[in-house]
Every structure is written in C-alpha cells, then in structure tokens.
C-alpha cells in the first residue's frame, strides 16, 4: 500500500487522523507539524525517513500530511493531499479552526481510510491525477494572460480616453463643418444680393441719364 498514514491538523492540532499499519508514524507525524515553517504560510514539504516519505500540504492554516512509500513518489501523495484538504474544509468550515483535538476523528477518519485505498491501489487515481496536472497548466497559462492583460490596463485606459478624444474631436468637426457651410452659403446669397441691388441701381441711373440726353 502506497499510503500508510494520514493526518488532518491546525497547527499542531490533530483533528482527524487513520494508520492503515501499526507503526509509530502518528508520533513522527507530530514532529514534523512541528518543523512545518513558521508563520502559518502556505507550504508543501516532504521529510524522508527510512524508506518512508511524509508529504505535508498546508493550506489557510489546515494541514493534511501523510505518510508514504518512497516509491509512490510525490504525485500521488499530493493528490491525495489535495483531495482531503478540499474535502475537509468543504466538510467542516470555519468550524475546524477552533475545533478541540480529534473532534472529528470518527467521522473523518473513515474518509481517510477510503482515500488512502482508493489512492494507493486505484491505478485511476493516477490517471486523473495526470489530467488534474494538465489542466492546472492551461489553468496556470490563463492566469498569466490575464495578469499580462492587467498589467496593461493603464495602456487600455489610454487608449479608451484617445478614442473618446477622436470621437468627441470628429463630432466638433462635423459641428465646425456644417457652420462652415452654412456660414458660406449665407455670405454666397447676401453677395449675389448685393451685386444684384448694385447692378439695379446702376441700371436705374443709366436710364434716367438716358431720358435726361433725349430731353436735351
């Protein structure tokens, strides 16, 4: 069996814990709650000890952590992390950072036992294991687009202001254009008016000089 151990803690609190051998890994799984790096961060570590490997996951100050054949690598056990962490804090919330020891150990403890079979001698677990590993990579890619793209906001809201500016400065343009025209189109007809009145009056005097020199 690939996973011998497993364990659910806050902090150095065991919550939940099921040993599918009777070895002394609960007293060495303790120990190494204890070296987990300081300050609550989020941490994934391994610690070897004989042939046996223990993999911790810490995840907003919940710890799942087990023990494994060295042999077993680090994926499966991982996954099988992954998959308690979520399935704990799914289960319990908020109630599992002010629980007391082992509150839920005889609930808990039975899923363990069943995660740590199915991940063990289940060759499906590492089928999906390798596909949750793909996915996360295309998950990983998206995010780094998007971040590029965020980055790039200043640039975007630039580039909105500009076109705003290019629209509002072709709608005064248009504005500007047809006064323009119209501006024009009234100088046209007061000129063509003008030299209409001009050319009448010149008429009317060519006339009356006229009738004045056939009065003579």
Request: a positive charge; proline letters at 1%; hydrophobic letters at 45%.
């Amino acid at each position: 069996m690939a996973i011998l151990y497993a364990l659910v803690a806050r902090g150095t609190v065991v919550l939940a814990e099921h040993s599918a051998a009777a070895t002394n890994a609960g007293a060495i799984a303790r120990q190494v709650l204890e070296r987990l790096p300081d300050g609550g961060a989020d941490s994934h570590v391994s610690y070897t000890q004989d042939r046996y490997v223990f993999h911790a996951k810490r995840t907003d100050g919940i710890t799942a952590l087990c023990m494994a054949d060295d042999a077993a690598g680090r994926r499966i056990p991982f996954a099988f992390l992954e998959d308690i962490h979520g399935r704990f804090v799914k289960t319990y919330g908020r109630a599992a950072l002010t629980a007391l020891a082992y509150a839920m150990n005889d609930e808990f403890s039975r899923v363990l036992s069943q995660q740590m079979d199915y991940y063990s001698n289940d060759p499906n677990a590492d089928r999906i294991n390798r596909m949750r590993g793909g996915i996360n990579q295309v998950r990983s890619v998206m995010i780094d687009n998007i971040d590029k793209v965020l980055e790039r906001g200043d640039r975007l809201e630039l580039l909105v202001d500009k076109t705003a500016n290019m629209q509002g400065n072709t709608v005064r343009f248009k504005r500007q254009a047809r006064r323009f025209r119209n501006t024009t189109w009234w100088r046209n007809v007061k000129l063509t008016a003008a030299l209409i009145l001009l050319l009448l009056r010149k008429a009317t005097d060519y006339d009356v000089i006229v009738k004045t020199q056939l009065k003579m």
